[in-house]
């Protein structure tokens, strides 16, 4: 027999309760000062408005393209930035003389923003896909670093010496010692990588390209349809929040040990 769903509990209720009162509380001082006139009528669209612009976008199929044009790139930026950095930030976070070495490096690359490096990117690799990717791949490498690698310095180096005491191999230290004890950054690190991805998304977009969220959002921009640029940050702001509820329940899934 197939177990009947539960309903959300008082508790769960509770918890969305503020959220959902905070959300309500915003829409509707959109909505007064929208019509305030406190701000001009073209500058400011309502709510409604705001919608019915998304409405068009998804009906002429300009939301769709840009969106998955937009998914590609901070994915795939994404990927490779954290991989990266989650490797650099175990090898730093473990080994002290390769964290002497490689810190200084990175502590002077992170207050470099990405949207700093569009104009070099672009004269490297031109305004195609490569220099998007790798500039959020740039931008999400050190955001990870920095999580992952204080992480893995905080756990206790009598675990690891005790596994090897008892003759685990260097994989079955990582595997068994190392990564669940560090899985808990890892996996904020993840979190704060995804949002830094979407930043990193805005200035690369911006930079030149034929689609894209952040793309139509200069264009729109040009023609001052307000509107659509509420449409478009509307969506950025609902893609993040996605993103961080997916990592997550990820996290509460495979790090449920760490705090929450």
Do not use: C, N
């Not at 001009?40 to 199929?61: C, I, M, S, Y």
């Not at 191999?169 to 004890?181: G, K, M, Q, T, Y």
């Not at 830094?196 to 690369?204: D, E, F, H, M, P």
């Amino acid at each position: 027999m197939h177990a009947t769903p539960t309903p959300p509990g008082p508790a769960a209720l509770g918890r969305l309760g503020p959220a959902l009162a905070a959300a309500g509380a915003a829409l509707g001082l959109w909505y007064a000062l929208a019509r305030s006139g406190a701000v001009a009528p073209g500058l400011l669209p309502t709510p409604g408005q705001t919608v019915a612009a998304l409405a068009d976008g998804a009906r002429d199929g300009t939301l769709a393209g840009d969106l998955a044009a937009s998914l590609a790139r901070a994915g795939q930026g994404f990927a490779l930035g954290a991989l990266l950095g989650s490797a650099l930030g175990f090898a730093t976070g473990h080994l002290p003389w390769l964290s002497a070495a490689v810190t200084p490096l990175v502590s002077f690359l992170r207050p470099i923003p990405a949207i700093a490096l569009v104009p070099l990117a672009t004269a490297w690799f031109g305004i195609g896909e490569t220099a998007k990717r790798l500039l959020i791949a740039y931008a999400v490498l050190l955001a990870v670093w920095l999580y992952v690698h204080d992480g893995v310095s905080r756990v206790p180096v009598t675990h690891l010496r005790a596994a090897r005491s008892l003759g685990a191999p260097l994989h079955r230290r990582f595997a068994e010692v190392l990564l669940p004890a560090a899985a808990p950054a890892l996996l904020a690190a993840l979190r704060y990588g995804a949002s830094v991805a979407l930043l990193a998304l805005v200035a690369a977009e911006l930079g030149g390209a034929e689609a894209g969220l952040a793309y139509r959002l200069q264009v729109d921009g040009q023609f001052l349809r307000v509107d659509r640029m509420f449409a478009g940050l509307l969506v950025l702001g609902v893609l993040g929040v996605a993103v961080d509820l997916l990592l997550a329940a990820a996290g509460r899934r495979f790090a449920h040990w760490g705090p929450s």
